[in-house]
T-cell receptor, first 111, second 114 residues
Framework: QQQVKQSPQSLIVQKGGISIINCAYENTAFDYFPWYQQFPGKGPALLIAIRPDVSEKKEGRFTISFNKSAKQFSLHIMDSQPGDSATYFCAATHSNYQLIWGAGTKLIIKP | EPEVTQTPSHQVTQMGQEVILRCVPISNHLYFYWYRQILGQKVEFLVSFYNNEISEKSEIFDDQFSVERPDGSNFTLKIRSTKLEDSAMYFC????????????FGSGTQLSVL
């Protein structure tokens, strides 16, 4: 019930392509869904987040798509750049409960 | 942008020894957290701290672990008697409004237990 399942584990995308990372959850009480980006040797940093009252949120090249009925949300990176190469984590929480983290996706953008 | 500062960046210790990991959260933040991560894998929640007390802790955070905010700026994680399996990267984080707001993470302390 408290798990967040993230896929794929790793992803290689050509420069300029679209990177798509998917997450699924079970707990319908979750009401906050952030994505964190982590570079090697650094802590995670919030990239973008969504609440279930909207189906999509866009910030620059990064978009979260949210499907409440399917209990799924995904991160889309448009025009992927080598600087986007990092590990991406989805997470979910409700009512200030601890963040439940996905297992992470290692993204490599090939120049 | 304000930063969460963690010291030391690397800590090597012998099994059974006590270690204290230190963090300086962002000054006007009220919520503090410790997470750990083993070899770039899943981020694991340890504990959250608010209003000078633990607000939530995970199964990992057993009696060997403790947290303290000894003054107005520092937030520490103590492991009383380290085990080999405590070897991990430990991240401190803080936020102004709990886990439903942006968490700011430090760069971590790599703990190696030998």
């Amino acid at each position: 019930q408290q798990q967040v399942k993230q896929s794929p584990q790793s992803l290689i995308v050509q420069k300029g392509g679209i990177s798509i990372i998917n997450c699924a959850y079970e707990n319908t009480a979750f009401d906050y869904f952030p994505w964190y980006q982590q570079f090697p040797g650094k802590g995670p940093a919030l990239l973008i987040a969504i609440r279930p009252d909207v189906s999509e949120k866009k910030e620059g090249r990064f978009t979260i798509s949210f499907n409440k009925s399917a209990k799924q949300f995904s991160l889309h990176i448009m025009d992927s750049q080598p600087g986007d190469s990092a590990t991406y984590f989805c997470a979910a929480t409700h009512s200030n409960y601890q963040l439940i983290w996905g297992a992470g996706t290692k993204l490599i953008i090939k120049p | 942008e304000p930063e969460v500062t963690q010291t030391p960046s690397h800590q090597v210790t012998q099994m059974g020894q006590e270690v204290i990991l230190r963090c300086v959260p962002i000054s006007n933040h009220l919520y503090f957290y410790w997470y750990r991560q083993i070899l770039g894998q899943k981020v694991e929640f340890l504990v959250s701290f608010y209003n000078n007390e633990i607000s939530e802790k995970s199964e990992i955070f057993d009696d060997q672990f403790s947290v303290e905010r000894p003054d107005g700026s520092n937030f520490t994680l103590k492991i009383r008697s380290t085990k080999l399996e405590d070897s991990a990267m430990y991240f401190c984080a803080s936020s102004g409004g709990g886990t439903n707001e942006k968490l700011f993470f430090g760069s971590g302390t790599q703990l190696s237990v030998l």
